[in-house]
């Protein structure tokens, strides 16, 4: 069945309008020119005749939910929600000209690349979950990449609360869970932890999971079947790392509780794999608690990440030599401004009695000079 025409953009104040995007179920996204500050936008317009109080409810969480988590590196940014002219909602976000979707079944990603992503997306997720929220659509097109390189997670359209509000049912067949399908749960996060997988190795195999490519026996029922019996089919390819199968077995497991407990255990997982294969890790940004107390971030994780960020890494190495249990310092100590090779708040013995017998002689010569005046 051949893709709807885009609707009309709208009209909107302070955006000049330049081409569609795309279109969907529910709205339409087009390209937009922001005057001030200048910069170009995505702008998803809700479809006139589908708005209705329930779909008008959802577009709102989406630019709360988006709006709250946009701070997030790998979240796609808010700039602006509200009404056209013409009574559309709209919601004004970052531009990302790549689309995954659009390119992982004609160009093959590398498998550091695919890790990159993963990393990225795990961090999203798993900040998501930590504020309470469900995406409930991940998938490859809702992931998009950034003019600097970087992936990002978008499209929160079906977002629902994880206290159990669930708005409307998410069903994106290929990459949803089992019990998703059978429409036995809207969501948790153990079906997130499913889609993730089943992203990640879609983008490596180049379909999705339970596809046969070139059979024509891929109707949305016969997935649905596939997807429930779930029988995980390892990745063909020679370069994918036995560890990295194992992960995603693990994710497409058919029992939820066999899966990663949480998106954030995917992720470092993931970064195992890169130190295994000689990579340096992806930072996986998490939210962290938001008291507002400051608390630097346990074990190797980067103290001075983003507010409300914390990284998992720090890859800046000490230049100063360790110190002994005898140079310890006073917490006024400035040990940037220490000498190299001499602990902050001691002086040499030597330097000391050099200088004592310096001040004598110069005294010596003072008072015979004076004595001299006379």
């Not at 779909?55 to 946009?70: C, H, K, R």
């Not at 940014?77 to 992982?104: F, N």
């Not at 019990?179 to 036995?184: G, I, K, R, T």
Request: hydrophobic share 40%.
């Amino acid at each position: 069945m051949a893709k709807r025409l885009p609707s009309a953009p709208p009209v909107l104040p302070g955006f000049a309008y330049i081409s569609p995007l795309g279109v969907g179920g529910f709205a339409d996204v087009f390209l937009y020119e922001q005057q001030m500050p200048h910069r170009k936008v995505a702008v998803k317009v809700l479809l006139r005749d589908v708005v209705d109080e329930a779909v008008s409810t959802m577009f709102n969480v989406e630019a709360d939910v988006m709006a709250q988590l946009g701070s997030h590196p790998s979240i796609v940014t808010v700039y602006e929600a509200s009404l056209s002219a013409d009574g559309r909602p709209y919601i004004a976000m970052e531009y990302c000209p790549t689309v995954i979707g659009q390119i992982y079944r004609r160009q093959e990603l590398s498998i550091a690349e695919v890790l990159r992503i993963g990393i990225k997306l795990s961090g999203a997720l798993e900040s998501a979950h930590r504020s309470g929220v469900l995406h409930r659509d991940v998938k490859p097109s809702n992931v998009m990449v950034t003019a600097y390189g970087a992936p990002q997670l978008a499209d929160f359209g079906i977002a629902s609360s994880l206290s159990g509000k669930p708005g409307v049912m998410a069903l994106s067949v290929p990459w949803s869970a089992p019990e998703v399908v059978a429409q036995s749960t809207p969501g948790s996060v153990a079906s997130e932890v499913w889609s993730l997988g089943a992203t990640l190795y879609s983008l490596i195999a180049g379909h999705s999971p339970f596809e046969i490519p070139d059979s024509g026996k891929n109707t949305p029922e016969l997935l649905a079947r596939r997807v429930q019996h779930a029988k995980f089919t390892a990745l063909a390819r020679k370069d994918v790392p036995a560890e990295l199968q194992g992960i995603l077995a693990q994710t497409m497991q058919a029992n939820p509780r066999r899966r990663q407990e949480a998106a954030g255990e995917v992720g470092e997982q993931l970064r195992a794999v890169q130190k295994s294969l000689g990579l340096a890790p992806t930072d996986m940004e998490v939210l962290r608690d938001q008291s507002g107390d400051y608390e630097p971030a346990a074990g190797d994780r980067d103290a001075g990440a983003r507010t409300g960020v914390v990284r998992t890494r720090v890859d800046v190495a000490s230049q100063r030599k360790p110190r002994t249990p005898t140079d310890a310092l006073a917490p006024s100590d400035d040990i940037e401004d220490s000498p190299v090779g001499v602990p902050r708040g001691t002086v040499p013995r030597g330097v000391v009695l050099w200088g004592a017998a310096a001040i004598a002689a110069l005294t010596g010569i003072v008072i015979v000079l004076l004595l001299a005046g006379r």
